[in-house]
T-cell receptor, first 111, second 115 residues
Framework: RKEVEQDPGPFNVPEGATVAFNCTYS??????FFWYRQDCRKEPKLLMS?????NEDGRFTAQLNRASQYISLLIRDSKLSDSATYLC????????????WGAGTKLIIKP | DAGITQSPRHKVTETGTPVTLRCHQT?????MYWYRQDPGHGLRLIHY???????DKGEVSDGYSVSRSKTEDFLLTLESATSSQTSVYFC??????????????FGQGTRLTVV
């Protein structure tokens, strides 16, 4: 089982729709959680951190469920520019800090 | 955008040759990382540095070495390139250790093909 699992997609969604991704993680000691966005053939960029109480940034909402060990990302009123791969990232500390990256979920917004 | 550049951006090399990739930052961040990205896998850490001349291995360090003689430069060397090292390589920087909640900033990536 992968430490961080994501549905690879692609999710094909019409412009203006709401789309949600989940990401599951296996390490119950995980302490930090992120969503990164990666455009085709570009570098990853931080979209948002995920906090225990959930957090929102404009059209984007992130939720954390520690009991079930998953995080989610909701995108409302999707735009063509939201087309990208969304990477789930989980951090934890054993003897040092570590980050585990999901393989990503590809989102395609269609006009 | 964070001041981080990678060179070269693209490289084709032959099996068995040494290859060095360079990462240069202008942000004075303490931590620097080398990742590789392959289809179907998340980013995988090769090596990282937590200061000048302070480096440590990551998840997939076999066949790679690194050096950091200055804060701003972090070099990744493939001693003898193999086809399995064909990949996209990303350098990243952060103020604090990744996994602690600190944001990571990435370079544009280097596409390496070993033939």
């Amino acid at each position: 089982r992968k430490e961080v699992e994501q549905d690879p997609g692609p999710f094909n969604v019409p412009e203006g729709a709401t789309v949600a991704f989940n990401c599951t993680y296996s390490n119950s000691a995980s302490q930090s959680f992120f969503w990164y966005r990666q455009d085709c053939r570009k570098e990853p960029k931080l979209l948002m951190s995920v906090y225990s109480s959930g957090n929102e940034d404009g059209r984007f909402t992130a939720q954390l469920n520690r009991a079930s060990q998953y995080i989610s990302l909701l995108i409302r009123d999707s735009k063509l520019s939201d087309s990208a791969t969304y990477l789930c990232v989980v951090g934890f500390r054993v003897w040092n800090y570590q980050l585990i990256w999901g393989a990503g979920t590809k989102l395609i917004i269609k006009p | 955008d964070a001041g981080i550049t990678q060179s070269p951006r693209h490289k084709v090399t032959e099996t068995g040759t040494p290859v060095t990739l360079r990462c240069h930052q202008t942000e004075n961040h303490r931590y620097m990382y080398w990742y590789r990205q392959d289809p179907g896998h998340g980013l995988r850490l090769i090596h990282y540095s937590y200061g000048v001349k302070d480096t440590d291995k990551g998840e997939v360090s076999d066949g790679y070495s690194v050096s950091r003689s200055k804060t701003e430069d972090f070099l990744l060397t493939l001693e003898s390139a193999t086809s399995s090292q064909t990949s996209v390589y990303f350098c990243a920087i952060s103020e604090g250790p990744q996994g602690s909640g600190t944001e990571a900033f990435f370079g544009q990536g280097t596409r390496l093909t070993v033939v």
